[in-house]
């Protein structure tokens, strides 16, 4: 059984830094394409950040682009999500997900399994 965890979440201040982890059991990870996600309250999920199984290619939204950075361990079959110059609108549930090709990372419905969320708050 696949199953994802995400930690890292909290209370933030604007303009401040929080890491978010991504630990997968009953999966490696190192085979896989993971995407990151969030979603605010009334508002859709939005995709934010992808990494390719390697780690090489990496996918980032409009709106996190130079602030968030992707990265893998696959050592530790874990994937991070460390974000800077945070702002109110970062404001969401974030989630993890993984699936076999970062082919249209950000979509989504090709995802194939997802953590249940960290809640980030940025205070402004």
């Known amino acids: 059984q696949v199953q994802l965890v995400e930690s890292g979440g909290g209370l933030v201040q604007a303009g401040g830094s929080a890491r978010l982890s991504c630990a997968a059991s009953?999966?490696?990870?190192?085979?896989?394409?993971v995407g990151w996600f969030r979603q605010a309250p009334g508002k859709e999920r939005e995709f934010v950040a992808a990494?390719?199984?390697?780690?090489?290619?990496?996918y980032y939204a409009t709106s996190v682009k130079g602030r968030f950075t992707i990265s893998r361990d696959n050592a530790k079959n874990t994937v991070y999500l460390q974000m800077n110059s945070l702002k109110p609108d970062d404001t969401a549930d974030y989630y993890c997900?993984?699936?076999?090709?970062?082919?249209?990372?950000?979509?989504?419905?090709?995802?194939?399994?997802w953590g249940q969320g960290t809640q980030v708050t940025v205070s402004s």
């Open positions: 997900a993984t699936k076999r090709l970062s082919v249209a990372a950000s979509v989504a419905s090709t995802y194939d399994y």
């Open positions: 009953g999966r490696t990870l190192s085979s896989y394409a």
């Open positions: 990494i390719s199984s390697s780690g090489v290619t990496t």
